[in-house]
């Protein structure tokens, strides 16, 4: 199974991933985990191409697609995978056509998370996340560890409101249009609307397996 979930940063992208991964036993390809491991390596090849991740701004097409054409190779992904962050471009929807292709596969559904900017805000201004397993809280839960990892909880560099304003601009420039290069596709599409700051993880994942027993997906 190859699920792609779209929505804007904070929309909860990788918290459904981690879901989805267990429910269809297919790896979570996060191409924001993948390149901030590399952001922490400065012997990568490719460390001085993902700086830009810094600002805000996207990292090139190419570099992205390469990270992720590497990063199917590894045996979890042997059964599927779920992709967070991936692709964000036409350019890079159009190359993972390209990979799944070369394996007989292709993109069986899009998850289109469609959230308020409001619910936007207050989710990654209060966002923490484990450094260790990289399991997402909030602020408002009053954790300062991990509870699987019992390492310290970290605000990501780029939650703060001058580069998430950035990343919601990027969002909508370049994402935006994967809407109707996957609604042209075969791919079953489900868009969900999330309005209210206080629906959880668990409703929302509740929303998308209704849908996709709907689909005959599940
Ligand atoms: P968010 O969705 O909160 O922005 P991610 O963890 O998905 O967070 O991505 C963090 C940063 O990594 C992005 O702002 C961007 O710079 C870079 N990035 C992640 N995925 C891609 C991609 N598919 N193409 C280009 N840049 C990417």
Not at 78 to 101: E, S, V
Not at 169 to 188: C, F, M, W
């Amino acid at each position: 199974m190859y699920i792609v979930l779209l929505g804007p940063p904070g929309s909860g992208k990788g918290t459904q991933a981690e879901v989805l991964s267990r429910v269809f036993d297919a790896g979570h390809l996060s191409t924001g985990d993948l390149l901030r491991d590399i952001l922490e390596n400065q012997d990568h090849p490719l460390y001085p191409k993902v700086q830009v991740i810094k600002e805000g701004r996207l990292v090139s097409d190419e570099v992205v697609n390469q990270v992720v054409e590497d990063g199917l190779k590894r045996p979890e992904f042997r059964n599927g995978a779920i992709f967070d962050g991936y692709p964000r471009t036409p350019a890079q929807a159009a190359a993972l056509d390209r990979m799944l292709a070369a394996r007989g596969k292709k993109v069986d559904v899009v998850i289109d998370l469609d959230v308020t900017k409001d619910v936007l805000l207050y989710r990654l201004l209060g966002r923490l996340v484990c450094p260790r397993c990289k399991r997402i809280f909030h602020e408002r839960q009053g954790l300062a560890e991990c509870p699987d990892c019992g390492v310290e909880l970290v605000r990501r560099g780029d939650d703060n409101e001058e580069t998430i304003m950035q990343r919601l601009e990027e969002y909508k420039d370049k994402t935006a249009v994967l809407q109707d290069y996957y609604r042209n596709s075969p791919a079953v599409y489900i868009r969900l609307r999330i309005s209210d700051a206080s629906k959880t993880a668990g409703d929302v994942q509740e929303e998308i397996t209704d849908r996709l027993r709907q689909h005959n997906v599940i």
